[in-house]
């Protein structure tokens, strides 16, 4: 990831909100469950859809739920289970920041995925 100069808050958030896609994707890793944590000998990873995940902070905390989508252009996932209501009554997916989630199941039907997280066991 790009090393940020500045510590100027408006200058941070301008280099988050204008990244390029490929360092975008980095922002999207969430803290592996205790059990996910000694399985694999990692701490984090990047969410998937598919992957299941509790959230840890915000309205929806304790809430687990499947991933339904990854948003990479505004560093969001959307959370089986986690909407806001409209004026007219009407649920709409509401985007989750990845770090405030916990993975508790790996989706591992991509191949390569599986493969990385055998050679880290």
């Known amino acids: 990831m790009a090393r940020i100069e500045s510590e100027q808050p408006r200058k941070q958030r301008k280099a988050r909100y204008n990244a390029p896609s490929h360092v975008k994707t980095k922002y999207l890793n ?14 984090t990873l990047r969410v ?3 992957d299941t ?10 809430t687990e739920g499947l991933v339904d989508a990854v948003d990479t252009r ?9 909407f806001s209501t409209k ?6 997916p509401r ?3 990845a770090s405030n989630v916990q993975l508790t199941k790996l989706n591992l039907n991509d191949k390569r995925r599986a493969a990385k997280l055998a050679e880290a066991e």
Request: net charge positive; no cysteine; proline share 2%.
């Open 53 to 62: 995940v509790r959230v840890t902070r915000g309205d929806f905390v304790g």
């Open 48 to 50: 998937t859809k598919g």
């Open 87 to 92: 004026a007219d009554g009407t649920e709409v």
């Open 95 to 97: 985007g989750v920041d």
């Open 74 to 82: 505004n560093a969001k996932i959307v959370v089986h289970g986690v």
């Open 30 to 43: 969430a803290p592996l469950s205790d059990v996910l944590k000694e399985q694999y000998k990692k701490k």
